[in-house]
């Protein structure tokens, strides 16, 4: 069976298996980058270039076209400079131009958008220099000293071409290729400064030295660093939507799960968390508020290397850069899945230095819950007993912290990653080996990561063609930890011994839901592994002046293979006679990935233009397959789910075997215009063209995504030339649209499904029924965001103050959302239809201060906030209004199983919703308070729907961060702190374990407390889902503290620049929360949020200690 | 060597934009309707559909729909709390006390299960019109009475729970119809309607072809259900078309009354020869939560696992009111049999001991003791074992369940008589069916038309561990007949209807419930359906 969208031609189908196999010939790529980027940072591009014979006015007209620059020079300069050789393999231009032009007398100097060249009048030499300038005071010790010395860059990475000078004199020079210099200083007692375009300028006094090597910092606020965006990259000034870059250095440190964790705390409007100190847990992710409340995607897009991925794709430790793409209006170009922003991780890739360089980083850490519940203990029960509250029965006569039983003693994790680079100028490559192992609080927990990586860079045609080839493949083996056995640590009374004397583990099978948790850890044998490997390639053709063609390719493959086994041991076999329970699954998951873009630029006068047009194929096909199985005949542990056949309820029917596929495609098309006048006037239009496999049958399988941008910089108008305050102020104004899909594994919504479900008996043999699996929509389309950001960037004070501020406003149209339908006439009471409009508004401010600036003592001081407001506005369908504008949703799970939050027009989505308490009696029972006011005890109480009422809401109105990052001689230190403000949390914990009236199961210590300091309470109050257990959440976390010391001092040939450092995660939170972290999930059903789950694997605290350094 | 890479650069361009620009999507677990051309092998799973509706109709996909409303709504059994839990938000705590409101799941499952059927119906008898399913003439006719008889089997239950419904025949309404809402009484005219035109047109044969299925007597039952009924649904009863559906079932000769009364209820009950129209059930094929029939765990303490060797541990729920097992003769068999009793103890004869709440270490024994639905123990309350638990049960059962049996064609005829003034026809039909329930006193079995005119033995008033009051019984008409009903169906998930109709469903208390409005004779219509259809209106007192 298989579906074509109208218009498909036989042809078709031909050319698509010529496409396959051209796919897997060239097995595709990563990341293609746009270098169209004009400006000062153009010095550092790295460029090929290979120029035989040429003259200097030629080889300068082809620098123009490699580089769009224009280089400005008087005829008379370059007149008869003939015989250029330059055979550059991807050195920097400022390198390139300093080779061809410093040895004919040559200086260039980047101005505007232009390089001008000029006559080095006075070339600085050492007689020169002897000579005093006028003006300079001859100090004492007046004696010349020749000084040398090496300047790099952060990454110790050569910078030619930097202005070394003599402080107040007219002495200098500039370093060569190498970031060499020599100069006379006409005394000991001199001061060097250091000055280069996109770097804080830096004086060195010389004492007396003959060497001063000195590592220059990039510009704080570097406009002209070039920034990621939406398929492509465009220089920092030239950026007109809401775009936030992080680099590797400012990355959250330590042992993070996933790539989001670097983010916490670092920018604006992006809200990470980790509720779950699970190793195999993942961040948890908001972008500017909740913007769906049934589409497919409520976590931003994840692009790894230009290929849509996920945050597991690439290790951590081999990320270079993130991205996140905060406004719709630079989202739009990923139309349908760019609604919750689009985070794009750039890993570490090979470049053209001739170096090689083998580099390893390490750590080891160790952990321990942040805030550990406390429980009744076993002097606690006997106490009860001997009040005479408990019966005698309930003393097992042995004493067990089942926490403690559960749990590991400092666990050690550790992370070692091994980064190769090479090659030379044609050919070059970064290979890499990396090794997670995280071990977590809890025993037979954990998870193992090897993931190795290969990228490698060829150049040919004289830099016209140019081939990008990444091989990535990851290994996952882990241990995961059911969360049910945490629940038992709630439960298991604390009397009871681990194990029986005989050796057995206790077990109480007939008390429900209630199991020994040590027995299930090691009575049950679940190992789940999973790999990826990801084949990746980019062709770039450069064939004319200006356009430029990629080709970029990706082949992903992912599976798993998930075992398990309960042994006779297990409870499944004490108390439901299974006789051992197996189960194996796996799966794969094959997504091929194409995109064609070409991209033509063109100055005219102080006009560029920019133009970009795409196309791209998506497609996956997802395969999974399940068996299960039990009554094995022995328990032999080999046997289970190696040998799953023995277990006869297959046999006897009683047993599930399943498999699943499903095949989608995603196909689109895009395109782009920038303009840019005088760099003061800066303008970008974009349009994205989805059509999604899954609207087959719709009336609109096609959605459009439009964009426009506007920049004004400020400082570049006339009427700002006078001014000290501001390098830099610019004026931002973006408007685009994007998209939402129904949630994954919801097919074909558009068209009447048949699916075989229940059976029936039919002349005494039981048949499948074959009948409709969904009310059809094919009016269905895709969820739409409509966002207005207003931004400004600003920076002061010669980079000392800088940030960004943005103001946004956005509208999700048609919501996606099973929405409830009449039934009658419907088959079925819900179908998947565009049902509402959701408001988000909010402000983005980040702030960043450089108070201290010296040379051996820099702080860099950062500073985030954000708000975010949300609404309901509508909530109804074309055909079907609702009644009442509000549905219920949530659920407080078992024993209780209420629903716990109400979506209502006019408010905002996670309002809690159910009864309020006021107090209690003094007999112990709840007060509650009515809607309209009035106070009612107990057992007056009608329990209704219609005595509800919003009792808080658990997304966070604010979001603050604060960084601190302080470099003194050799040592760094950093700290993270952030905090959420203004939202509520409901502690399920308490909820269900400070009930008094439960006898067979454990119960928190805090239930021995009085409520509301009047009673404790009444043993025949149920659990009940109410206000009491509703807390204020809002937290202030000291994150991630980082000290490093690295051994500047080392000359060793062989170790450079060996690095340690100790950091913490999670290490002191200041909250009135009672729970364990208040921190807790936010997305979820997205609906939801602000539930601290009852059972869920708590937040941890982590201590590194780490080492890195370079061969 | 240049232009290689130019043609190479060429061709994937090509190539890729020639090649994918039509959407395609497999989904390998689902068939798209317009493109599946049924062959004549497929008629059976596509029209048996809607019988899976009667399932989850009866059970619902959290159990709580026809049986338990009817059951715990009413005198015979309860849900309290229980030292495992068993409160769910209060929800059976609302059944008992009369005080639900229309958010209950019991009344969102009874609703839309109901009119899932009904519209599965529609939609067959569409796709039947249209050719669109391949039914040979000869099996048309008699197909499209099943459905329609099947379609009006579901608005049995709509009017006896909601009673004002709208009644929709059409498969092919407007994107965006909304159904207008029907009176009981026409609802009651249509049921009828339908049910005297179609039934005749049914197969009159009662085997294995029919068996779970409308067959002529399945329907006459429906009919007789109806007729029995009718005072309640329009005011104005019709004793006499009652009789006579009845009749016609007793007269076709097919259906007897079992020997002993388990065998209808036994594990494998589907050759018995009393039950008239049965929903079947079978511990493999319908054992997903949302299908399977598990009054066993919902019923017995977890302990009872060692009882039934069953692979998972029960989970002790629903029990017997004390008043209504007080009304039980004590040689009636009906008491021990249906109803689990007593010390527990292993399969191997040892006693069980409780491990739950205050009764933990001592002997799990049931008493007919009940503080309230509010409170008990394990020990409390007599267990439900009508429906015969196999030993090494899995979670779902495999028997079949009666919905309409000989036994209550006999009673309803029974009913029928006495209350159109013919007592010892009812009396002897009453006598009939007590026959085999005697064994230690035969005489006991004899009932005279004397009798059922007398006073229930149902002590009505509230007995809890609140409150003791004893109600005025008198005003109970047929008050015996009512006990005849209590005592042979019991568990039956049918009790409420018969409260209703004796008057007694709004008016008595038992155990700690009191009446709370005779309005409740109707379920409010779920919250979900008032929402989405604004043509539909509240039933009155909700």
């Given at each position: 069976m298989k579906i074509y969208l109208q218009?498909?031609?036989?042809w078709c189908k031909i050319m698509k298996i010529t496409f396959s196999q051209i796919v897997i010939i060239l097995i595709f790529t990563g990341m293609s980058y746009?270098?169209?980027?004009?400006?000062?940072a153009v010095l550092q591009r790295r460029l090929d270039v290979s120029i035989h014979n040429l003259s200097l006015s030629t080889t300068l007209k082809q620098l123009e076209k490699e580089t769009d620059l224009k280089f400005v020079y008087p005829k008379s300069l370059v007149a008869?400079?003939?015989?250029v050789v330059v055979e550059a393999k991807q050195q920097t231009l400022g390198e390139i131009l300093t080779a061809i032009l410093q040895p004919r007398g040559i200086a260039y100097s980047y101005i505007g958008d232009r390089v001008v060249l000029s006559k080095i009048?006075?070339?600085?030499t050492e007689t020169e220099q002897r000579t005093p300038q006028t003006d300079v005071t001859t100090p004492v010790n007046n004696v010349a000293k020749t000084i040398t010395g090496k300047v790099t860059d952060e990454a110790n990475m050569p910078l030619p071409g930097v202005t070394v000078k003599v402080k107040g004199t007219a002495i200098g020079t500039q370093t060569n290729v190498n970031g060499e210099y020599t100069l006379s200083a006409p005394d000991a007692s001199a001061t060097l400064v250091f000055s280069f375009i996109g770097f804080v300028q830096q004086e060195i006094a010389i004492?007396?030295?003959s060497t001063v090597n000195v590592q220059l910092k990039g510009t704080?606020?570097?406009?002209n660093e070039v920034v990621v965006i939406g398929y492509g990259s465009q220089r920092k000034s030239d950026v007109t939507s809401a775009v936030a870059t992080v680099k590797a250095e400012n990355f959250v440190s330590?042992?993070?799960?996933?790539?989001?964790?670097?983010l916490k705390g670092k920018v604006a409007g992006l809200s990470v968390s980790n509720?779950?100190?699970?190793?195999?847990a993942q961040s948890q992710i908001i972008l500017?508020?909740?913007?769906?409340?049934?589409?497919?995607?409520t976590a931003p897009l994840v692009i790894v290397d230009g290929v849509p991925g996920d945050l597991?794709?690439?290790?951590?430790?081999?990320?270079a850069e993130i991205s996140v793409l905060k406004d719709a209006s630079a989202t739009?170009?990923?139309?349908?899945?760019g609604s919750n922003g689009v985070i794009i991780i750039t890993s570490k890739h090979a470049s053209g230095n001739v170096i090689n360089e083998v580099t390893y980083s390490g750590s080891i850490s160790t952990q321990q819950i942040s805030k550990a519940p406390k429980l009744l203990t076993a002097q606690d029960y006997r106490n009860q007993i001997a009040a005479g509250t408990?019966?005698?029965?309930?003393?097992?006569?042995s004493s067990t912290n089942w926490l403690k039983a559960i749990s590991n003693n400092f666990p050690l994790s550790e992370t070692s990653n091994l980064t190769f680079r090479g090659g030379n100028n044609q050919t070059n490559y970064l290979a890499s080996i990396d090794y997670r192992f995280l071990n977590g609080i809890f025993q037979q927990s954990n998870h193992q990561q090897i993931t190795g990586r290969v990228d490698i860079n060829h150049i040919m045609l004289d830099g016209k063609l140019r081939f990008n080839l990444g091989i990535l493949q990851t290994n996952f083996n882990d241990l995961p930890f059911n969360t049910y056995d945490y629940e038992q640590v709630f439960k298991m009374?604390?009397?009871?011994?681990?194990?029986?004397p005989n050796g057995s583990y206790y077990q109480e099978?007939?008390?429900?839901?209630?199991?020994?948790p040590v027995s299930d850890i090691y009575n049950t044998d679940q190992p789940q592994s999973s790999y990826r490997s990801k084949y990746n390639a980019t062709i770039t053709l450069l064939?004319?002046?200006?356009l430029r063609l990629v080709a970029t390719g990706s082949y992903q493959k992912s599976g798993y293979l998930n075992q398990y086994f309960a042994n006779f041991q297990n409870i499944s076999t004490?108390?439901?006679?299974?006789d051992g329970v197996a189960n194996t699954s796996n799966g794969q998951s094959i997504d091929r990935y194409l995109n064609l873009s070409a991209e033509y630029s063109k100055v005219i006068g102080e006009h560029h233009f920019a133009l970009l047009a795409g196309y791209e194929y998506q497609d996956d096909d997802t395969f999974n397959s399940s068996i299960t199985n039990h009554d094995f005949?022995?328990?032999?542990?080999?046997?289970?789910y190696n040998n799953?056949?023995?277990?006869?309820a297959q046999k006897n029917g009683l047993d599930v075997i399943s498999s699943s596929r499903y095949q989608t495609n995603l196909i689109s098309y895009f395109g782009r215009f920038t303009y840019n006048y005088k760099d003061k006037y800066l303008l970008l239009a974009s349009l994205r063209i989805d059509g999604s496999?899954?609207?087959?049958?719709?009336?609109?399988p096609f959605g459009k995504f439009p964009s426009v941008q506007g920049g004004w910089r400020?400082?570049?108008?006339d009427f700002m030339?006078?001014?000290?305050?501001?390098d830099d102020l610019k004026l931002r104004v973006g408007y685009g649209v994007t998209g939402n899909q129904p949630a994954?594994?919801?097919?074909?919504?558009g068209v009447g499904l048949l699916g075989y479900g229940n059976y029936i008996l039919y002349n005494g043999q039981w048949i499948q029924t074959l009948g409709p699996s969904q009310n059809a929509n094919p009016s269905l389309r895709w969820e739409e965001k409509h966002e207005t950001n207003l931004g400004l960037d600003y920076s002061m004070f010669k980079g000392t103050i800088y940030g960004t501020i943005d103001l946004y406003n956005n509208k999700t149209t048609g919501l996606l959302y099973d929405y409830q339908v009449p039934s009658p006439p419907n088959l079925y009471p819900y179908t998947e239809a565009n049902v509402g409009t959701l408001q988000n508004k909010g402000i983005e401010v980040a702030l960043n201060i450089v108070p201290i600036k010296k040379n051996d003592f820099q702080w860099t001081t950062g500073f985030t906030f954000s708000t975010n407001q949300n609404k309901l506005i509508s909530l109804s369908n074309d055909l079907y209004k609702t009644t009442v504008p509000y549905f219920t949703t949530g659920n407080t799970l078992d024993?209780?199983?209420?629903?716990?939050n109400i979506v209502q027009v006019g408010q905002p989505i996670g309002q809690f919703f159910g009864f309020k308490v006021v107090g209690v009696s003094s007999d112990g029972k709840w007060i509650y308070q009515e809607p309209n006011g009035k106070d009612v005890p107990y057992d007056q109480f009608?329990?209704?729907?219609?005595d509800k009422q919003v009792l808080g809401n658990?997304?966070?109105?604010f979001y603050a961060g604060w960084n601190n990052t302080i470099h003194y001689k050799n040592w760094d230190f950093s700290a993270t702190m952030r905090g959420a403000f203004g939202f509520q949390v409901l502690n399920s914990q308490r909820m269900n374990y400070?009930?008094?009236?439960?006898?067979?199961y454990n119960r928190l210590a805090s239930s021995k407390d009085k409520v509301f300091g009047t009673?404790?309470?009444?043993?025949?109050?149920?659990?009940e889902f109410n206000s009491?257990?509703?807390?204020?959440g809002d937290f202030w976390k000291i994150d991630n503290i980082n000290l490093g010391y690295t051994?500047?001092?080392?000359?060793s040939k062989y170790i450079h620049n060996p690095r340690v450092y100790f950091s913490t995660l999670n290490t002191f939170t200041i909250t009135g929360?009672?729970?364990?972290?208040?921190?807790?999930?936010?997305?979820?059903?997205?609906?939801?949020?602000g539930v601290d789950p009852r059972d869920s694997y708590p937040a941890v605290r982590t201590f590194t200690l780490g080492f890195s350094a370079s061969f | 060597m240049k232009k290689i890479y130019f043609i190479v650069i060429g061709l994937i361009i090509l190539a890729g934009f020639y090649s994918c620009t039509k959407l395609d999507d497999k989904d390998?677990?689902?068939?798209i309707a317009d493109q599946f051309t049924p062959q004549s092998g497929d008629v059976a799973a596509l029209v048996g559909v809607p019988y899976t509706n009667w399932r989850t109709l009866e059970?619902?996909?959290?159990?709580?729909a026809v049986w338990r409303t009817n059951e715990i709504s009413?005198?015979?059994t309860v849900i309290p709390q229980r030292p495992n839990g068993?409160?769910?938000?209060?929800i059976y705590q609302r059944m008992h006390y009369h005080k639900?409101?229309?958010?209950e799941d019991n009344c969102y499952q009874i609703w839309t299960n109901a009119y899932a059927g009904i519209t599965n119906c529609n939609r067959l008898l569409y796709q039947i019109d249209d050719g669109l399913i391949p039914v040979t003439a000869a099996t048309k006719t008699q197909l499209e009475a099943e459905l329609k008889v099947l379609r009006a089997s579901f608005y049995y239950e709509l009017i006896d729970f909601f009673g004002n419904v709208p009644i929709i025949t059409k498969f092919?309404?407007?994107?965006g119809f909304l159904p207008s809402q029907s009176s009981r009484s026409d609802v009651y005219k249509f049921i009828i309607s339908e049910l005297t035109t179609n039934i005749p047109l049914l197969s009159a044969t009662n085997d294995a072809t029919t068996y779970g299925r409308f067959n002529q007597w399945a329907g006459y039952a429906l009919l007789a259900k109806m007729y029995l009924n009718a005072g309640v649904y329009t005011?104005?009863?019709d004793w006499a078309d009652c009789i006579t559906a009845c009749n016609q079932v007793i007269n076709s000769n097919l259906y007897t009354l079992e020997p002993v009364q388990a065998n209808v209820f036994?594990?494998?009950?589907?050759?018995?020869?009393?039950?008239?129209?049965s929903i079947p059930f079978d511990n493999?094929?319908?054992?997903d939560g949302s299908t399977a029939w598990t009054l066993h765990m919902e019923t017995l303490?977890?302990?009872?696992q060692a009882t039934y060797n069953f692979q998972n541990s029960p989970w002790g729920g629903i029990c017997a009111i004390p008043q209504f097992i007080n009304t039980?003769?004590?040689?009636?068999?009906r008491l021990t049999d249906n109803w689990i009793q007593g010390q527990q103890y292993t399969a191997s004869g040892a006693i069980l001991i409780g491990s739950l709440g205050?009764?933990?270490?001592?002997?799990l024994a049931y008493i007919n003791?009940?503080?309230g639905v509010d409170s008990s123990e394990e020990v409390h309350g007599f267990r439900l074992g009508k429906y015969q638990i196999a030993n090494?049960?899995?979670?779902?059962?495999s028997n079949d369940f009666p919905l309409f049996r000989y036994a209550d064609i006999l009673m309803m005829k029974a009913e029928a008589s006495l209350r159109s003034g013919d007592a010892a026809t009812a009396a002897t039909l009453v006598t009939q069916v007590r026959?085999?329930?005697?064994?230690?006193?035969?005489?006991?079995?004899t009932v005279t038309a004397a009798q059922l005119s007398q006073?229930?033995?149902?002590?009505y008033g509230l007995r809890n561990h609140l409150a003791t009051t004893h109600d005025v019984v008198?005003?109970?008409?047929?008050g015996r007949m009512l006990d005849e009903l209590g005592w042979e169906?019991?568990?039956?998930?049918r009790r409420r209807q018969d409260l209703i109709r004796f008057g007694v469903f709004t008016t008595k208390s038992w155990l700690s419930h009191s009446p709370n409005?005779?309005?409740?004779t109707l379920l409010p219509l779920p919250t979900s359906a008032i929402q989405t259809n604004s043509n539909l209106k509240q039933n009155t007192g909700y």
């Open positions: 218009n498909h031609f036989d746009a270098t169209t980027s004009k400006g000062q008869g400079e003939t015989d009048n006075a070339p600085v004492n007396g030295k704080p606020s570097n406009l330590g042992p993070v799960t996933d790539a989001a964790e670097l509720p779950s100190g699970d190793p195999n500017r508020g909740v913007n769906t409340i049934g589409g497919a995607n597991l794709t690439v290790a951590p430790e081999d990320i739009a170009i990923y139309g349908v899945n408990r019966d005698s029965t309930y003393d097992l006569k009374n604390p009397t009871a011994p681990v194990k029986e099978p007939n008390n429900f839901e209630y199991q020994n064939p004319v002046d200006g004490i108390r439901d006679a299974q005949p022995t328990d032999i542990s080999t046997y289970g799953i056949g023995l277990g006869a496999s899954q609207f087959y049958g719709a009336k609109q400020i400082t570049k108008e030339a006078d001014q000290h305050i501001f994954t594994g919801l097919g074909l919504l024993p209780i199983t209420t629903t716990t009608n329990h209704a729907f219609s658990g997304l966070p109105k400070e009930t008094t009236g439960i006898q067979n009673a404790v309470l009444n043993t025949n109050m149920p659990q009491y257990y509703i807390e204020n051994f500047k001092q080392l000359r929360y009672k729970g364990n972290d208040p921190e807790v999930p936010l997305t979820g059903t997205g609906l939801t949020p | 390998h677990t689902a068939i059970l619902g996909r959290s159990a709580n009413a005198d015979e068993w409160v769910d938000g209060g639900w409101t229309s958010d092919d309404v407007p994107a005011g104005t009863p036994a594990t494998e009950n589907q050759n018995s020869k009393e039950i008239v129209f493999v094929y319908t054992a303490e977890p302990e009872n039980f003769d004590p040689d009636d068999s205050a009764y933990t270490g001592k002997p003791q009940l503080p090494g049960e899995l979670v779902g059962m026959q085999r329930d005697f064994n230690s006193n035969p005489a006991k079995a006073p229930t033995v149902y002590d008198s005003d109970i008409q047929y169906f019991a568990q039956e998930g409005g005779a309005y409740r």
